[in-house]
């Protein structure tokens, strides 16, 4: 079990808005610890999306956007895609985890 | 072009030992730290290990401390990740990943290998 949560699953009809969330805790996101968001097609490495909370990368569309309050996060993805479909990961850190360093346990975005 | 590449995966027996590389080229090395990130089939992503850009300090995940040593040669643009004592819950595709941002050593992951397969069975 991930120290950060996120949804197994969501799903999404084609130019549609979805939200995943990234639950953590006072020791990690709650902390003050900045929030960090990948996207992994099928069979492809993971991609950074979001870094910093809510920044993105050059050449990530700003159809994708993420936030942070309190202890949790969350990644947003408007006028959704058939491309969009793919694994979706927060990482962060935690002052309580050996080496800092940790992934929620992923999200499987459908687009139906 | 940034780019990281990893070797080294096979197919080791449990208990055995194998070295994982990470090539990077395209930037400058030794200002940035490099991770470990494996994914066991199926599963999700799992930090193994970090190592800053001096190669001065070292970070592992409770799995693997005390079985696994990363190392790095700037000379060579190249981390290295030697595992012993392999298991079967360690097979998994590893990859190695940069830090977004240099002489730091936690951060964003932006740019990821394309991976290695280790695969621990007997």
């Known amino acids: 079990q991930s120290v950060l949560t996120q949804p197994p699953s969501v799903s999404g009809a084609p130019g549609q808005r979805v939200t995943i969330s990234c639950t953590g805790s006072?020791?990690?996101?709650?902390?003050?610890?900045?929030v960090h968001w990948y996207q992994q097609l099928p069979g492809t490495a993971p991609k950074l999306l979001i870094y910093?909370?809510?920044n993105r990368p050059s050449g990530v569309p700003d159809r994708f956007s993420g936030s942070k309050s309190g202890t949790s996060a969350s990644l947003a993805i408007t006028g959704l895609q058939a491309e969009d479909e793919a694994d979706y990961y927060c990482q962060s850190h935690d002052s309580n985890v050996s080496g800092y360093v940790l992934f929620g346990g992923g999200t499987k975005l459908t687009v139906l | 072009e940034v780019q990281l590449v990893e070797s080294g995966g096979g197919l080791v027996q449990p208990g055995g030992s194998l070295r994982l590389s990470c090539a990077a080229s395209g930037f400058t090395f030794s200002d940035y730290a490099t991770n470990w990130v494996r994914q066991a089939p199926g599963k999700g992503l799992e930090w193994v290990s970090v190592i800053s850009g001096s190669g001065g300090s070292t970070y592992f995940a409770d799995s693997v401390k005390g079985r696994f040593s990363i190392s790095r040669d700037n000379s060579k643009n190249t981390v290295y990740l030697q595992m012993n004592s392999l298991r079967a819950e360690d097979t998994a595709v590893y990859y190695c990943a940069k830090l977004a941002s240099p002489l730091r050593l936690f951060d964003a992951l932006d740019i990821w290998g394309q991976g290695t397969m280790v695969t621990v069975s007997s």
């Open positions: 006072s020791s990690n996101i709650g902390g003050g610890y900045d």
């Open positions: 910093g909370n809510n």
